[in-house]
């Protein structure tokens, strides 16, 4: 059974996703380097869940995979 409060709701798209902080001590890189990556629109995709800024663990990982195949290209 699902927990169809808000808390719960929040706790299962928290569970799924990383904050900026979360995201960028995955990444080795401060939070301040992940928030410039979104102003000038690089950087993992993200998403803004009630003004909460959110990292898809898939997607994070997904970005990550594609900038070394691009490393590796480039090489």
Known sequence: ??????????????D???TTKQAADWLR???ATLKRWRRMRIGPPFFTVNGRVLYSKT?????VETCRQQSQEAA
């Open 29 to 31: 890189r401060s939070d």
């Open 59 to 63: 997607q994070l990982q997904a970005w």
């Open 1 to 14: 059974m699902t927990d169809n409060t808000p808390a719960g709701r929040w706790a299962s798209i928290a």
């Open 16 to 18: 799924d996703n990383l």
